[in-house]
C-alpha cells in the first residue's frame, strides 16, 4: 500500500471509532456523536476533495455544532464524552481555516469556528449539568479560548511563513528573469552595433556586386539574430502564470480592404513575391472586429516568413468564405510559403522557437469563437485561421 492509502485507511479507522461508543449509549447520544464524527471526518480529509472545498466543508461543521449544540437535550454524561473529540477536531479545523484560506473568508469562518469552539461546545456541557453555575461556564469558556488563541497564534505564524515564501520565490523568480533579459539585452545591442558597422563601413567606398551581397547576408543574419534574441527576452519577461496581456488597440482599425496594400508593401520590401487570393467582393459581410483580427493574422505571417523562411520563393495569402462550417458561416484567412532553403541555418525549419505573437494572436482568434492554427503544409509551412462570422452581422446584410 502506498502512503496516501495507509493513511485514508487509519483516517477512516479514526473517523469509524468515534461513534462507536454510541452503540451502548441512548438513541439521544448519536446526536453528539454525529456532530463530532462530521468534525474528525472533516479535520482529517485532504482538502479540496472532488468539489468540496475547505471553506464549505467548515462551513458545514460550524452549522451542525450550533445546531446541536441549541437542540440537543440530552444528558450531559454524553456531551462530555464526545467533547474533547470534537473540540480537538474543530481545533484542528480553525488552524487550517487560519492558515489556508483567503483573508476576508478566514476571517468570517475562522471566527464562526472560534466561536464554536470556545464558547458553544464548553456550555453544552455545563449548561446541562445537574447544578449548572456562571462560574463554570466561564472557566469552561476561558480554557477553551485559551486553546483556540494558541491555535490561532501557530496559524498565524505558519500562514506568515508562507505569505514570506511565496514572495521570496516570486523575487527570485523576477530577479532571474530581469538577469536573463539584461544578458539578451547586451547581445542584441551586440548585433545592433554590428550592424551599424557594416552599414558605416559600406558608405566608405564603393561594392562590386560580390561584396554588397555578402555585406547584405551578414546584416541579415545579425538582424536574424537580434530578434530571435529580442523574442526570448519577451518570453523571460512574461510572468509564466498570467496570461497574455492584451495589446492596446491602435489608432486605425485595419481590416481587409487594407490587405492588397500589405501583400504589395511585403512584396515590394523584399526578394519573396507574395501573392493575394480574395475575391473582389465578398458576399460574406464581415464584422471590424474579424477583420482586424485576419488582418492581425496575416500581418504576423508574413512578418514570420521574412523571418524563419527568407529563402522561400513564393507566398500566398488567401482569403475566402467558408459557408458550410457546422456553426454558420465563417471566413478562412491562411499564408502558405514553400519554404526554400536555407544554408546558414538561421531561419530554416526550426519556427517553434519563436517569440509571442501567434500566442498572443491565438488568445485574440479563440476570443472571437475561431480557431488558429500554424503547422507545416507540403514543403512549407502555413499560418490559418477560421474566424465565424456573427448572427448580427447576417442580419444587417439582409437588411
Not at 59 to 71: E, H, I, N, Y
Amino acid at each position: 500500500m502506498t502512503r496516501s492509502r495507509v493513511r485514508a485507511f487509519l483516517c477512516a479507522v479514526v473517523v469509524a471509532m468515534v461513534p462507536a461508543p454510541a452503540i451502548l449509549a441512548p438513541p439521544h447520544a448519536l446526536v453528539v456523536a454525529l456532530s463530532a464524527t462530521l468534525a474528525v471526518a472533516v479535520a482529517l480529509t485532504r482538502l479540496p476533495y472532488r468539489r468540496i472545498g475547505l471553506a464549505t466543508a467548515a462551513t458545514v461543521v460550524v452549522l451542525v455544532s450550533f445546531a446541536v449544540t441549541f437542540a440537543y437535550q440530552g444528558r450531559h454524561q454524553f456531551a462530555g464524552l464526545w467533547l474533547p473529540v470534537e473540540m480537538g477536531a474543530l481545533l484542528l479545523l480553525f488552524g487550517r481555516v487560519v492558515r489556508r484560506l483567503p483573508g476576508r473568508r478566514a476571517a468570517v469562518i475562522g471566527t464562526a469556528l472560534g466561536i464554536a469552539t470556545a464558547v458553544a461546545l464548553p456550555l453544552r456541557l455545563t449548561l446541562r449539568m445537574p447544578r449548572p453555575t456562571a462560574d463554570a461556564s466561564v472557566i469552561a469558556c476561558l480554557l477553551s479560548f485559551i486553546a483556540v488563541a494558541a491555535v490561532a497564534a501557530v496559524a498565524l505564524y505558519l500562514r506568515s511563513l508562507d505569505d514570506r515564501r511565496v514572495r521570496a520565490v516570486a523575487d527570485a523568480r523576477r530577479a532571474q528573469r530581469l538577469e536573463t533579459a539584461r544578458d539578451l539585452h547586451d547581445f542584441v545591442a551586440h548585433e545592433v552595433t554590428g550592424i551599424v558597422l557594416e552599414a558605416q563601413a559600406a558608405q566608405l567606398g564603393e561594392l562590386d556586386p560580390h561584396e554588397a551581397r555578402e555585406l547584405a547576408a551578414r546584416v541579415e543574419e545579425a538582424g536574424l539574430r537580434a530578434l530571435a534574441s529580442m523574442d526570448h527576452m519577451v518570453s523571460a519577461l512574461r510572468d509564466p502564470d498570467e496570461r497574455a496581456a492584451e495589446e492596446p488597440p491602435p489608432t486605425r482599425v485595419y481590416g481587409l480592404a487594407d490587405l492588397p496594400d500589405l501583400v504589395g508593401r511585403f512584396s515590394a520590401t523584399g526578394r519573396i513575391p507574395a501573392r493575394l487570393d480574395m475575391p473582389g467582393d465578398l458576399a460574406l459581410p464581415v464584422a471590424p472586429e474579424i477583420g482586424s483580427t485576419a488582418y492581425a493574422v496575416v500581418l504576423e505571417a508574413l512578418t514570420n516568413v521574412r523571418r524563419h523562411a527568407s529563402s522561400a520563393t513564393r507566398v500566398v495569402v488567401a482569403v475566402a468564405p467558408v459557408d458550410g462550417a457546422a456553426d454558420g458561416p465563417a471566413l478562412r484567412v491562411s499564408v502558405t510559403d514553400d519554404g526554400g532553403t536555407c544554408p546558414t541555418g538561421l531561419a530554416g525549419d526550426d519556427r517553434h522557437g519563436g517569440g509571442t505573437g501567434l500566442i498572443g494572436l491565438a488568445e485574440r482568434v479563440k476570443a472571437l469563437g475561431g480557431a488558429l492554427h500554424a503547422g507545416r503544409q507540403a514543403a512549407g509551412w502555413q499560418v490559418g485561421a477560421v474566424l465565424p462570422v456573427p448572427q448580427s452581422a447576417r442580419s444587417r446584410a439582409g437588411r
